[in-house]
């Protein structure tokens, strides 16, 4: 499992050196002469909007965004009364694609999938396995948008469903709600377009139906309140849109 999260990982890393890379212009050189002896001051607390800054990044706008994520996760608490989690599932490895709008800066509001692979629970046998997924929607707040380094947080809502596969005995199934859902991300920003940097987060949710290969979708009996708790990494993409600096109204298509 360690090798299939470094696989993960490492070509997570290469996607985003890549298109950083391709995303880089070429600087021109300063014509020799023309460059002031002192440069102009800027008020005290001004930011600095010039091209070449150091301090300040363009930041997306109206702008198509595609989140790409790996992390380890695992869940806590319980299914139905009398069955933990740990009973079904251990911890285990997921992968995650989102799609979201970025409306401003330092919104965006988008969809997310994830497909997990979990170790099996200590009431599972040893020729079975466990597996998840989970999608919802979500609204994602960045707190320092034209920074190169952007923390933000994610709340939302959505559902989940585990399955267990038995080599012998029917599939099973069970699935209900996700009722809330929080990350803390913490962006690295390696060009206008492209951000990589770590992320943890947990859900509060409830599972409330089950189905088996054998017989039809149930309710569960006494369903209990379960969370799934999360760290690893993502990888963010601006598409389309204008890019802007801090304090002007010029952007950059």
Same mark, same amino acid.
């Given at each position: 499992?360690?090798?299939?999260?470094?696989?993960?990982?490492?070509?997570?890393?290469?996607?985003?050196?890549?298109?950083?890379?391709?995303?880089?212009?070429?600087?021109?050189?300063?014509?020799?002469?023309?460059?002031?002896?002192?440069?102009?001051?800027?008020?005290?607390?001004?930011?600095?909007?010039?091209?070449?800054?150091?301090?300040?990044?363009?930041?997306?706008?109206?702008?198509?965004?595609?989140?790409?994520?790996?992390?380890?996760?695992?869940?806590?608490?319980?299914?139905?009364? +009398?069955? &933990?989690?740990?009973? !079904? $599932?251990? =911890?285990?490895?997921? @992968?995650? %694609?989102?799609?979201?709008?970025?409306?401003?800066?330092?919104?965006?509001?988008?969809?997310?999938?994830?497909?997990?692979?979990?170790?099996?629970?200590?009431?599972?046998?040893?020729?079975?396995?466990?597996?998840?997924?989970?999608?919802?929607?979500?609204?994602?707040?960045?707190?320092?948008?034209?920074?190169?380094?952007?923390?933000?947080?994610?709340?939302?809502?959505?559902?989940?469903?585990?399955?267990?596969?038995? +080599?012998? &005995?029917?599939?099973? !199934? $069970?699935? =209900?709600?996700?009722? @809330?859902? %929080?990350?803390?991300?913490?962006?690295?920003?390696?060009?206008?377009?492209?951000?990589?940097?770590?992320?943890?987060?947990?859900?509060?949710?409830?599972?409330?139906?089950?189905?088996?290969?054998?017989?039809?979708?149930?309710?569960?009996?006494?369903?209990?309140?379960?969370?799934?708790?999360?760290?690893?990494?993502?990888?963010?993409?601006?598409?389309?849109?204008?890019?802007?600096?801090?304090?002007?109204?010029?952007?950059?298509?």
């Amino acid at each position: 499992m360690m090798r299939t999260i470094a696989i993960l990982v490492g070509g997570l890393a290469t996607l985003l050196l890549a298109t950083s890379a391709g995303a880089q212009e070429p600087e021109e050189p300063a014509a020799y002469g023309h460059e002031p002896v002192f440069a102009p001051r800027r008020p005290l607390g001004t930011p600095d909007t010039t091209a070449g800054s150091t301090t300040s990044i363009a930041a997306p706008r109206s702008a198509a965004e595609l989140t790409v994520g790996f992390n380890y996760i695992a869940g806590l608490g319980l299914l139905q009364g +009398g069955t &933990a989690i740990g009973d !079904v $599932v251990n =911890g285990g490895v997921a @992968a995650s %694609v989102g799609g979201a709008y970025r409306v401003t800066p330092s919104l965006a509001i988008g969809l997310e999938g994830e497909y997990q692979e979990y170790m099996r629970g200590s009431a599972l046998t040893s020729s079975a396995s466990a597996r998840g997924l989970a999608g919802d929607a979500f609204a994602t707040f960045h707190f320092m948008p034209y920074s190169y380094f952007d923390p933000w947080l994610r709340l939302g809502m959505g559902y989940r469903a585990l399955w267990t596969v038995y +080599g012998s &005995a029917p599939n099973v !199934v $069970v699935h =209900g709600f996700e009722l @809330a859902r %929080v990350a803390l991300g913490f962006d690295t920003r390696t060009s206008a377009d492209v951000a990589l940097g770590p992320m943890i987060g947990a859900d509060l949710g409830t599972f409330l139906w089950q189905k088996s290969d054998v017989a039809g979708n149930s309710a569960i009996r006494d369903p209990r309140l379960s969370t799934f708790v999360y760290a690893g990494i993502q990888g963010r993409f601006e598409l389309g849109g204008v890019r802007e600096r801090p304090g002007s109204a010029t952007a950059m298509r």
